[in-house]
């Protein structure tokens, strides 16, 4: 099966202006995750949504962050204005189902990221 | 709050030794824990986890309540180990939460 889909794979950007990443998950997920990996730091997840609904967005700074997925499949995120700080790698990953009970829920299937750095 | 601790950041062997990279976790309830691997160059993939009790890759971690720890052990290692490996934990409806990761570097 085809894997999870993110595009650009690289950007860079100077501070204060806007990016948007894409992601487009394994079909039939029913659940996509965000998360933001800065350099020597595991993953943290940034929002999780359960179809086109938001589950949790609790470490997401919605000052600057935002996500949607309006369609239930593809996922946009974009921060607004970049800040130094956000230089990371964006990952996106969808699972079957991210809630119901049962442990194949909880694998999560990852997309190659995108690189951003902000100058 | 939920914590997964990996206190290595580079664990150096030599082929055909064995290794052991250490993972602690802090949780409340009953967590399901998990170990994804980065090789390089690829997508962070799921390893394995504790509630299947299998062995991939020659790998396994046992759970073990009584210290909090998820070890994850290979008797021999083999220079195609050599990648970045996190623990992960979640419990109940929770999020995923990733440890800061190990580098296993497997040398000739």
């Known amino acids: 099966e085809a894997g999870v889909a993110q595009s650009p794979r690289y950007k860079i950007i100077e501070k204060r202006q806007s990016v948007a990443f894409w992601c487009n998950p394994i079909?039939?997920?029913?659940?996509l995750y965000w998360y933001q990996q800065i350099l020597g730091q595991g993953p943290k997840l940034l929002i999780q949504f359960q179809n086109n609904g938001v589950v949790d967005d609790s470490q997401l700074p919605k000052d600057r962050f935002s996500a949607e997925r309006l369609k239930g499949v593809d996922s946009t995120l974009k921060i607004q204005p970049a800040k130094l700080e956000d230089s990371a790698v964006y990952l996106c990953?969808?699972?079957?189902?991210?809630?119901?009970?049962?442990?194949?829920?909880?694998?999560?299937?990852f997309g190659p990221g995108t690189r951003l750095t902000v100058t | 709050a939920q914590r997964v601790t990996q206190p290595e950041k580079l664990l150096s062997v030599f082929k055909g030794a064995p290794v052991e990279l250490k993972c602690n976790y802090s949780?409340?309830?009953?967590?399901?824990l998990f170990w994804y691997v980065q090789y390089s160059r690829q997508r962070l993939q799921l390893l394995l986890r504790?509630?299947s009790r299998e062995s991939i890759k020659g790998f396994t971690a046992d759970l073990n309540k009584g210290e909090t720890s998820f070890h994850l052990k290979k008797p021999f290692a083999q220079e195609e180990d050599s990648a970045m490996y996190y623990c992960?934990?979640?419990?109940?409806?929770?999020?995923?939460?990733f440890g800061t990761g190990t580098r296993l570097l497997v040398s000739p």
């Open positions: 990953a969808s699972s079957l189902d991210g809630l119901a009970g049962g442990c194949s829920s909880y694998e999560q299937y």
């Open positions: 949780y409340s309830g009953s967590p399901e």
């Open positions: 504790h509630i």
């Open positions: 992960a934990g979640i419990a109940g409806f929770q999020k995923l939460v």
């Open positions: 079909s039939g997920h029913a659940t």
